[in-house]
Every structure is written in C-alpha cells, then in structure tokens.
C-alpha cells in the first residue's frame, strides 16, 4: 500500500519519498536580497524530504512585500540560489522554487522608488505590514493598467528561467495566501470591469496566462501550483470559494502541471477553525498529483495518503524543527518543537541548528 516512504513521480520530478517540505518564509536573505550560504545550509540540511518547497521568492522588486526575502530577478541572487540548489542536490534531494508577487501585500518602504504597491484593484487591506522600520498600516494600491499585464506574466517567465539557470528542479506559481494571483482570483479583491475581473473565469484569467508562460519556459511537467482556497490572511475571501476553485482546477487537467498544492483552511489554524470547503471534490476533479497541506502529524498524514486524498504531504512547523523529519517519522522518534520567536529573526538561530537524532 502507499505511504509517506513510498517513491513518486510528479510530472518530471522524482520524489524518494511523499514528504514535502512547505514553503516557509524565513527572512534570512543577505544583502540585495541573496541566499546565502547559511540559507544553502538550511536547504541541505532537509534535503531527505521528497521535495523541498522553497521560501517564497520575489520576482522582480515590485514583487517584494518583506525584509530579507531572496528574490530570483538578479544575477546575484540566481547565483545564490545556484548555492542552493546545488547543496540540496549534493544531498540526494530534489528542490523546486515559489514564485512570488505580493501585489498589495507590500509597502511604499519596500517598493522601488517609494511607489504604490500594485493589486487588481486599489482595496487596501485591513492591517498592519512589518517594513524593516517597524509595522506600518498597508496603503491603498495602485490598481494595474490591463496594458501592464503581459509584461507581468513575461516577468514569470524570466523568473522562470532564472530558476532554471540556478539549478532548481522544478518551479510553484505561488496562487495562495492573498498574494498578487490570489488577489485575481477572489471576489473582494478584485473588483475590475475589464477581461480579469468579475465572472471566476476573467478573475482566473492572468493566473493561466502566468501558468502558461511558465510552462513555456520550464515545461508543464515541472511546474507546480499552489493555492488556498478559503484562506483569510491577508485580509481576503472569495463569495464563492467552491464555484472559483472548481473552476481553476479543472483549467489545470489539459496543462498537465506536475503537482498541485493546496492548503486547507488558513495557515497555522487548527482543523476546527477551516473555513468549510470540500477538498475531496477537488481531488476528484484534478486528474494530476495533489499535495495537502496544514496541520498534519505523522499519523493523520498517513490516513490521508492511504486514503487516497493526496498523493503527498507538505510539513511546514514539523520540517522546520526536524531537518531529519524523513527518519524521525520511520523510527517514530520524539520531535523537536519550533522556536516560534525566531520564525522570521535569529539568522542560524531557529534555523540551521535544531538538533539531529543520535546517529
Ligand atoms: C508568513 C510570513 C510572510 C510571508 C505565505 C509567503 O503565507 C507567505 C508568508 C508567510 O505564503
């Protein structure tokens, strides 16, 4: 029977085992905005899980909505990357890259030239953003020319390639978490009039550009989707979440992407408190791998594999805390606990020195 140690295919990419590291921002980029080699120390250090989800990285600078966060737009930070991917691969792991673009989830503190963030819309969101010079309240966006658009998703596909360049096995559209493409995707965010806004298929529209062009440059079968249907963070929610996703997922089957990766309910929030939303059914709908993430233990994510209702696992706190998370989980060994005060701060702290087992 299959389980979290069974082997797996997911388009182009080889998986050892069933164990996927989630994409977790970190905040230890050097400066310009490079990984370093302590982030290659992070990276490696986990390389026994399946597939390593990187942080999420910027595309361009717009693309930027927090200190320290590695972006794949200069020749440096391919470079650094390349440091990356290498150590991962030297390890036996396989890595693949979120691309990012906050959209208004940024501040003029963070944005070239002190502009406006961008957003389908000019909605502001309710709340407070971490700038590097303390929490300021998010601004009202600028809502993006329809004329801005193709260069945008031209930016993905350079992103692409620079991913490419650095050695990464595949690339994850970052769709989730009330970011730039989430903001497209869900009703109180995007109020346009024009071909990307109002029904779920214009809202859809710019996220299946963004896949295609990012095909184009890397190929379908090493191209990954993340999204997160009912999540709130960032202050955002769609009128009709079941009626959007559907829709999305079933864009997906003639793309023949190699995995996508949703994340129930809203990051860091128990079982009890997801919104309601029938994961079962988008399981049925999409024909390719799914990867499900939030909240798992060992024991409830061999459940929901053996069940067939994903084909893997992201771990996020658990891989965190636990680089031998893969051995731990064989021998059913105890697991270190998160340092939740050194998340986003502490350089090697709560980083690169959580403790292995005993050899
Ligand atoms: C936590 C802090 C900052 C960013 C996401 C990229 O939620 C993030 C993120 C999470 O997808």
Same mark, same amino acid.
Not at 115 to 140: C, E, H, N, Y
Not at 206 to 218: K, M, Q, S
């Given at each position: ?56 990285? @910027? ?7 927090? @200190?320290?966060? @590695? ?45 406006? @963030? ?24 600028r ?30 559209v ?113 024909e ?17 594999i ?14 965190l ?10 021998q ?11 998340l ?16």
């Amino acid at each position: 029977m299959t389980d979290l140690f069974t082997p797996a295919r997911f388009g182009g990419i080889e998986l050892a085992n069933r164990i996927v590291m989630s994409s977790l921002t970190r905040n230890r980029a050097g400066e310009g905005n490079v990984p370093t080699p302590l982030v290659a120390e992070y990276y490696r250090q986990r390389a026994s899980a399946g597939l390593i989800l990187t942080e999420a990285s @910027p595309i361009c600078l717009e693309a930027h909505g927090y @200190p320290r966060t @590695p972006g794949i737009h200069s020749e440096a930070q391919i470079a650094g990357w390349r440091r990356v991917t290498e150590a991962v691969h030297g390890a036996g792991g396989k890595i693949a890259l979120q691309l990012w673009h906050v959209g208004r989830i940024s501040h003029p503190d963070l944005q070239p030239g002190g502009q406006l @963030p961008v957003a389908p819309s000019a909605i502001r969101a309710a709340g407070q953003t971490f700038t590097g010079q303390g929490m300021k309240d998010f601004v009202t966006p600028r809502a993006l020319d329809i004329a801005e658009l193709p260069a945008l998703v031209e930016t993905y596909a350079r992103a692409t390639k620079n991913a490419l360049e650095a050695g990464f096995d595949g690339v994850e559209v970052h769709a989730g978490n009330g970011y730039l493409l989430d903001q497209f995707l869900r009703s109180s965010t995007n109020q346009r009039t024009d071909a990307y806004g109002g029904s779920k298929e214009k809202r859809a529209r710019l996220l299946l550009e963004v896949l295609d062009a990012v095909a184009g440059a890397i190929g379908n079968e090493r191209v990954g989707l993340r999204l997160s249907p009912v999540t709130t963070f960032n202050d955002i929610r769609d009128d009709t979440p079941q009626d959007t996703f559907d829709y999305v997922v079933a864009q997906l089957n003639p793309r023949r992407l190699a995995f996508l990766d949703i994340l129930q309910g809203t990051g860091g929030a128990p079982r009890e408190q997801w919104e309601p939303f029938d994961y079962d059914r988008l399981r049925d709908l999409f024909e390719g791998s799914l990867i499900l993430n939030n909240g798992y233990d060992f024991a409830s994510a061999q459940v929901a594999i053996g069940a067939g209702k994903a084909d893997a696992i992201a771990f996020g706190r658990m891989l965190l805390a636990n680089p031998d998370l893969v051995e731990r989980f064989r021998q059913g060994a105890p697991l270190n606990q998160p340092d939740y005060d050194k998340l986003y701060s502490g350089e090697e702290k709560g980083y690169t020195d959580y403790p292995k087992l005993a050899p």
